[in-house]
């Protein structure tokens, strides 16, 4: 099993919808979370982090369910701009003690005139 | 804002080739990375350094060295490139030893191996 799932897509939808992804994690002592952004030909970019009560940043919310071990996405108003990969991020201590990320392969989305 | 560069955006070299990438922030952050992108794969760690002279091996590192002399400098160094290390490298930096901190990624370097 992955240490991180997400459903590549594509999502097409239309402008002004609503989308919502999901991501399934495997280790179950992971503290941090993120969603992350990725535009065709660029580097990523932090979108938000994902706190255990749930957070929102203007059209953007984002869950954690610790018990199902999943978090989720959704966009409200879809716009135009909104179109990109976004890839779940979750952390993982190694053998030695130290922290890094994981990053899922990404959910392309793709905005619809 | 934190700034990561890496020193070029494409780049061929041929099989057998010693190659360097280089890495560098303007942050002071304590931790930096290297990631390669391939399609289907996502991005994959090859190594990390939490620590000027300290590195760890990511998931990936077999055919791969770093090296950190400096703490705004972080190197890639690909012994013998082989075409099977064409992709895209990306190199990031954290402000602190834990992962709740954000990584900021350079533009990326686009690698080919002929």
């Known amino acids: 099993r992955k240490e991180v799932e997400q459903d590549p897509g594509p999502f097409n939808v239309p402008e002004g919808a609503t989308v919502a992804f999901n991501c399934t994690y495997s280790n179950s002592a992971s503290q941090s979370f993120f969603w992350y952004r990725q535009d065709c030909r660029k580097e990523p970019k932090l979108l938000m982090s994902?706190?255990?009560s749930g957070n929102e940043d203007g059209r953007f919310t984002a869950q954690l369910n610790r018990a199902s071990q999943y978090i989720s996405l959704l966009i409200r108003d879809s716009k135009l701009s909104d179109s990109a990969t976004y890839l779940c991020v979750v952390n993982r201590v190694s053998n030695f003690g130290n922290e890094k990320l994981t990053f899922g392969t990404g959910t392309r989305l793709t905005i619809i005139p | 804002d934190v700034k990561v560069t890496q020193s070029s955006r494409y780049l061929v070299k041929r099989t057998g080739e010693k190659v360097f990438l280089e890495c560098v922030q303007d942050?002071?952050?304590?931790?930096m990375f290297w990631y390669r992108q391939d399609p289907g794969l996502g991005l994959r760690l090859i190594y990390f350094s939490y620590d000027v002279k300290m590195k760890e091996k990511g998931d990936i590192p077999e055919g791969y060295s770093v090296s950190r002399e400096k703490k705004e400098r972080f190197s890639l160094i690909l012994e013998s490139a082989s075409t099977n290390q064409t992709s895209m490298y990306l190199c990031?930096?954290?402000?602190?030893?834990?992962?709740?901190?954000?990584?900021?990624f350079g533009d990326g370097t686009r690698l080919s191996i002929l």
């Open positions: 994902v706190y255990s």
């Open positions: 990031a930096s954290s402000q602190t030893y834990y992962s709740n901190q954000p990584q900021h």
């Open positions: 942050m002071d952050h304590e931790n």
